[in-house]
């Protein structure tokens, strides 16, 4: 099994920056693909970001293209999403998955993902 735990969300104002963390346990962290999603009231789950298991490949969804970046250390388990200039439209409960499948992580698709957190509340006022 694997345990994600994300951290670092809360409230920002317009044009604010926030980073989100997401600390991985229970399987070789370095083995596994990493994505964030997000899921506003109302809304589906949304891709954001993904990155692959040693970091050479990253994938963004349009609309937080140039504003976003996700990285990872894998010395110490955790994924990140640096969020900049966020808009009220970013306001959304954001999850950290693992995917242990072998793919392109150049994919939107939540099915590849073998594991989620809990998720971590991002609230963005205008």
């Known amino acids: 099994q694997v345990q994600l735990v994300e951290s670092g969300g809360g409230l920002v104002q317009a044009g604010g920056s926030l980073r989100l963390s997401c600390a991985a346990s229970?399987?070789?962290?370095?083995?596994?693909?990493m994505g964030w999603f997000r899921q506003a009231p109302g809304k589906e789950r949304e891709f954001v970001a993904a990155?692959?298991?040693?970091?050479?490949?990253?994938y963004y969804a349009d609309s937080v293209k140039g504003r976003f970046t996700i990285s990872r250390d894998n010395a110490k388990n955790t994924v990140y999403l640096q969020m900049n200039s966020l808009k009220p439209e970013d306001t959304a409960v954001y999850y950290c998955?693992?995917?242990?499948?072998?793919?392109?992580?150049?994919?939107?698709?939540?099915?590849?993902?073998?594991?989620w957190g809990q998720g971590t509340q991002v609230t963005v006022s205008s």
């Open positions: 990155i692959s298991r040693i970091g050479g490949t990253t």
């Open positions: 998955a693992a995917r242990y499948s072998r793919g392109t992580v150049v994919t939107g698709s939540p099915l590849v993902y073998d594991y």
């Open positions: 229970g399987r070789t962290f370095s083995s596994a693909a």
